[in-house]
C-alpha cells in the first residue's frame, strides 16, 4: 500500500518530523518497506515551446526556442511530438537526471542548452504519460517553475507491508486513524456537503440477492470528460495508479482514499432506468472492461439493468456500460458486496483488481455513503456535473457494534507491566474506540473499520502497540532455564552428521502437485489439497520426499552435473498425521581416479552400505533389508527392499523403476525413504563398548554355495547361531553366480573374525568353530565350495 504524505496530511495531523513518524509507524503500525520523494530529480524549469526550426544537418531532430518567462533557450530535441505553444519540462545545464548529467552540447553543428524531457527521463515509469515523446504540462503551469512541485510529484511517499488481519490499511483514512493513534493527533473528516438540482433522479434501484448489502446510487448529468488537474494526477501516480481521465481517476482517487470501490455506469446506456442487484444465470457469457468474455455461474452478483448484466459487481465492470470520452451523463454507484462471494468469483476467473481485493477482505460500511458523496463532490468541480435529486438506494447492512471487555488485571498480567487505567483509556480513546470503564474493566465498542479487534487479546495487543513496546521491560524469566536438545533433536542431529560424510542435505518444497503426492504410495493414504493454491504444482502436501529429490536430480543433470547423492529430512502429511521421514537418492559415479580410470558406480548395495553406517551410528538393532512381500510402488522389483523393524514395514530402498525414471526424466537412480518416528522409537540411546583386546584375532574367510532363495541375512544369523563363543564378526564380502551352480544356486563368501579378550586362541579351537559352522549350514542346504 502507497501512501503519499501529502494526502495523508489532508485527513491527519503530522505533529512531528516525517522520518520520525515513519519510524513511529513501523513499530505502532504496520511495517514500512520504503520513504522516498517520488521524484527527487533537482534543476528543472516549466518552459513554454514558442519556435520550432528543423535542424539543418538532420531529418529527425529540431531546434527548439523556449521561454521561461525571464528568458529563452535554444534546445536541439529528437521527441516527435514537440509543439509550437506546449508547456514542457525542461532539465537545465547541470541537471542531474537518472541517464546522466545535463551539460552544454554542440548537436551536429547547433548549441543545445538544456533538454526538453518525457515522464521516462525523470526517472517516472512510462505508463504515467501514456503517449511517445516529450511530456506536456497543463495550459496553466506557470512558467520558470519547478515542474516536479506543480504537479505534486515533490512529496514522499510511504509504503508498507500489509499483514492479513489489517484491512483498515488498505485505505489513507484508515492509515490516518492509526496515525492519530500514535501521534496523539487530529482528524479532518468532514461532512461532504453539495447541492443538487431540482431534477429527480428517474433510476430505482434494488436487489434480488441477500449478498448485496448497501447500495448507494446518484445521477450526475452534463459531464465533461476531460483530463484530470495536475494535483489529482499526481496523487494517483504517487499510489501507481495511471491516470486516464476525470470521472476514471475521481472512482480510483476515492477508492484509495476511503478503501471503497465505486462504479461508474453510462446513465444512457441504462434503457429501462432500473438497475438490479441480483446472482447471475448459471453459463451467463459476459463481456468485461478488458473485452473478455466471461462464463458466470449463479453464485455470482451481477449488477443488471433488470434483464442484462452491466457489470460483474465487486469485480469488474461490463463493456458496453462503461463511461467513454462521448459520455455525457453519468449513473455512479457504491455498493457493498458479501465478502466470500466476491473472493469466489475474483478467485475463479483470475480477476483480481484494487477493488475486488478490498471487498475480498471486507470494507468498512461507514464509509459507503460517504465514498460515494465524496466522488460527487469531485465530479461537480472537476468535471462540472449537475447532481440529480432524490435518488435511489437501498441500505440492509448491519452497523452493531462489536462489544469486547478487558480487565486491567489481565492487561497488566498479559504484558508483565503495571500499566494504569488512564494509560489505557487514552490508548482507546486516540484509536477513536468507543469505550465504558467499570471498576477495572473497560467495555470497547468495536467500530466497523476494524473487523480484527475479537477478543480481549486483540485490545491488549492495541494497547501495547500504541502506548509503545519500548515501555515493556527486558528481563529474564523466572522460569528461566539453560536450553539444550530434546532427545528427537539429538537423533536427527545425528544423522545428519553421519549421512554428510556420503551425500549432501537438500530442502524442497512439502507442496508438490496430485499425482506426486501419491506417486511412491504403497497402501490407500488421505491427501491433503490447499483451498487456493498458488499454482496446480504447489495444490497438495506430499506424502513422500521421493518426487521432490528425483526432480532435484534432474535439475542437476540438467546443468551437467550427474553425479549426484542427497538426503533430506522432511515430513509426510496425511490428514491422520503428520510423520518426520528421511530420504535418500544417489546416480552417477561415487568416486573415481584418474591415475588408473577406476570408477565406482552407484548401486543397491552402496546405498546399502550407507544404510547400514547410519544403523549402526544411531544403534539401530533387530533390522532386517528383506525383499518386499509385493512389488513397491515406484520401484524395479528386482533391486528393491523393505526395511523391517520387529514387525513393522518402517521403509523401502532400491532401484527406480525404469517407468519412473522415464517420467522423471532421470536415470540409473538409487532410492531410500523411512519413517523417522519409528526409527527413533528403536534406536538405543546408549551405546554398548568393549575394551580392545590385546590378543590377536584369526580370520578364516569361506567360500558357499547356497540356494538363491537364502538371504545374506539368513547365512548370517545362522553362523552366529552355530558358534556363541570367540566368534567375533561375520562379514559378508563377495556374490558370485555361475551355471557350474547351477541356475537355482549362488556363492557367497564370508569372513570370520575369532578371537579372545583373555588369551591366544589355538588353531584347532577356531577349526573346531568351523566344523560346527559348516555342520549348522549343511542342515539348510549350504555347503562349503569344493
Known amino acids: 500500500m502507497l501512501i503519499p504524505i501529502e494526502i495523508l496530511r489532508k485527513y491527519v495531523d503530522i505533529n512531528v518530523d516525517e522520518k520520525e513518524f515513519v519510524k513511529d509507524f513501523s513499530l505502532k503500525s504496520a511495517e514500512v518497506d520504503t520513504f522516498n520523494k517520488f521524484c527527487d530529480v533537482k534543476g528543472l524549469e516549466i518552459g513554454k515551446i514558442i519556435k520550432i526550426v528543423d535542424h539543418p544537418d538532420s531529418n529527425h531532430l529540431h531546434i527548439t526556442t523556449v521561454d521561461f518567462g525571464d528568458h529563452t533557450q535554444e534546445i536541439v530535441c529528437g521527441a516527435p511530438n514537440v509543439e509550437v505553444g506546449r508547456k514542457?519540462?525542461?532539465?537545465?545545464?547541470?541537471?542531474?537526471?537518472?541517464?546522466?548529467?545535463?551539460?552544454?552540447?554542440?548537436?551536429?553543428?547547433?548549441?543545445?542548452?538544456?533538454?526538453?524531457?518525457?515522464l521516462e527521463e525523470l526517472g517516472i515509469d512510462t505508463k504515467f504519460q501514456g503517449y511517445d515523446g516529450i511530456y506536456y504540462l497543463d495550459d496553466d503551469a506557470p512558467l520558470g517553475e519547478d515542474p516536479i512541485k506543480y504537479m505534486h510529484l515533490d512529496d514522499n511517499v510511504l509504503e508498507?507491508?500489509?499483514?492479513?488481519?489489517?484491512?483498515?490499511?488498505?485505505?489513507?483514512?484508515?492509515?490516518?486513524?492509526?496515525?492519530?493513534?500514535?501521534?496523539?493527533?487530529?482528524?479532518?473528516?468532514?461532512?461532504?456537503?453539495?447541492?443538487?438540482?431540482?431534477e429527480e433522479s428517474d433510476i430505482t434501484v434494488s436487489t434480488e440477492t441477500p449478498k448485496c448489502r448497501a447500495y448507494y446510487s446518484n445521477v450526475i448529468k452534463d459531464v465533461k470528460i476531460k483530463e484530470s488537474p495536475a494535483w489529482l494526477r499526481g496523487a494517483l501516480m504517487k499510489m501507481n495508479i495511471r491516470p486516464i481521465n476525470n470521472v476514471v481517476d475521481i472512482t480510483n482517487y476515492v477508492l484509495m482514499v476511503t478503501g471503497h470501490p465505486l462504479h461508474a455506469f453510462d446513465y444512457d446506456y441504462i434503457k429501462t432506468k432500473k438497475v438490479v442487484v441480483k446472482n447471475a444465470k448459471e453459463g451467463e457469457i459476459f463481456v468485461t472492461l478488458d473485452n473478455k468474455e466471461r462464463v458466470l455461474k449463479d453464485t455470482d452478483i451481477v449488477i443488471t439493468d433488470g434483464s442484462k448484466a452491466m457489470c460483474l459487481g465487486g469485480v469488474m465492470g461490463g463493456l458496453e456500460s462503461e463511461v467513454t470520452d462521448n459520455t455525457k451523463n453519468i449513473f455512479l454507484e457504491c455498493a457493498n458486496f458479501d465478502p466470500e462471494s466476491i473472493k469466489e468469483t475474483s478467485k475463479r476467473l483470475g480477476l483480481q483488481s484494487e477493488s475486488s481485493l478490498r471487498y475480498e477482505k471486507g470494507i468498512n460500511p461507514d464509509l459507503t455513503k460517504y465514498a460515494l458523496d465524496l466522488a460527487t463532490k469531485m465530479l461537480i468541480e472537476l468535471a462540472d456535473g449537475k447532481v440529480l435529486s432524490n435518488p435511489s438506494s437501498f441500505d440492509n447492512d448491519d452497523y452493531s457494534l462489536k462489544e469486547v471487555k478487558v480487565t486491567l488485571t489481565q492487561i497488566n498480567k498479559v504484558l508483565g507491566r503495571v500499566y494504569t487505567l488512564d494509560e489505557v483509556k487514552t490508548v482507546f480513546d486516540s484509536l477513536s474506540f468507543e469505550n465504558t470503564l467499570k471498576g477495572e474493566e473497560f467495555t470497547v465498542l468495536v467500530p466497523k473499520r476494524r473487523p480484527d479487534i475479537d477478543t480481549y487479546q486483540d485490545l491488549i495487543e492495541e494497547v501495547v502497540r500504541i502506548s509503545g513496546l519500548s515501555k515493556i521491560e527486558s528481563r529474564i524469566p523466572a522460569a528461566y532455564q539453560a536450553g539444550g536438545l530434546t532427545p528427537f533433536q539429538t537423533f536427527m542431529k545425528n544423522i545428519r552428521h553421519t549421512l554428510s560424510n556420503h551425500l549432501n542435505e537438500v530442502i524442497t518444497y512439502s507442496l508438490v502437485n496430485k499425482e506426486e503426492a501419491v506417486d511412491f504410495d504403497n497402501a490407500e493414504l488421505s491427501t491433503i489439497e490447499l483451498m487456493n493454491p498458488l499454482s496446480d504444482d504447489r495444490a497438495v502436501m506430499r506424502h513422500s520426499l521421493i518426487p521432490s529429490l528425483l526432480k532435484t536430480i534432474k535439475y542437476n543433470n540438467n546443468r551437467k552435473v550427474n553425479d549426484v547423492a542427497i538426503y533430506e529430512i522432511g515430513r509426510s502429511y496425511t490428514k491422520e498425521g503428520e510423520d518426520y521421514i528421511l530420504s535418500m537418492a544417489l546416480t552417477g559415479v561415487n568416486e573415481s581416479t584418474l591415475w588408473k580410470g577406476q570408477k565406482e558406480v552407484v548401486d543397491f548395495f552402496y546405498l546399502k552400505g550407507i544404510v547400514e553406517d547410519l544403523f549402526d551410528k544411531l544403534s539401530i538393532k533387530n533390522y532386517l533389508i528383506a525383499k518386499p512381500a509385493q512389488d513397491l510402488k515406484g520401484f524395479h522389483p528386482g533391486v528393491s527392499a523393505s526395511i523391517v523393524l520387529g514387525r513393522d514395514n518402517v521403509g523401502v530402498m532400491g532401484k527406480l523403476h525404469p517407468d519412473?525414471?522415464?517420467?522423471?526424466?532421470?536415470?540409473?537412480?538409487?532410492?531410500?525413504?523411512?519413517?523417522l518416528t519409528k526409527l527413533f522409537e528403536s534406536s538405543h540411546k546408549m551405546k554398548t563398548v568393549k575394551e580392545i583386546s590385546k590378543y590377536p584375532t584369526i580370520e578364516r574367510d569361506l567360500a558357499l554355495v547356497m540356494d538363491k532363495s537364502v538371504t545374506a541375512k539368513e547365512l548370517e544369523e545362522n553362523i552366529k547361531r552355530a558358534v556363541r563363543k570367540n566368534l567375533l564378526g561375520v562379514k559378508i564380502f563377495d556374490l558370485y553366480q555361475d551355471e557350474s551352480f547351477g541356475s537355482s544356486k549362488k556363492q557367497i563368501a564370508v569372513s570370520l573374525s575369532f578371537g579372545d579378550n583373555t588369551r591366544t586362541l589355538e588353531t584347532k579351537e577356531v577349526d573346531d568353530a568351523i566344523e560346527l559352522i559348516l555342520a549348522k549350514l549343511q542342515t539348510l542346504g549350504i555347503e562349503l565350495r569344493k
Open 660 to 675: 519412473y525414471e522415464k517420467k522423471y526424466e532421470v536415470k540409473n537412480v538409487f532410492v531410500f525413504e523411512i519413517s
Open 160 to 198: 508498507i507491508e500489509l499483514t492479513p488481519n489489517r484491512q483498515d490499511l488498505l485505505s489513507i483514512i484508515g492509515v490516518a486513524y492509526d496515525t492519530k493513534a500514535m501521534l496523539n493527533s487530529e482528524m479532518h473528516i468532514e461532512e461532504v456537503k453539495y447541492d443538487r438540482v431540482k
Open 88 to 118: 514542457v519540462i525542461v532539465a537545465q545545464l547541470g541537471c542531474k537526471l537518472p541517464g546522466g548529467e545535463i551539460k552544454k552540447a554542440v548537436i551536429r553543428g547547433v548549441e543545445s542548452c538544456g533538454m526538453n524531457c518525457s
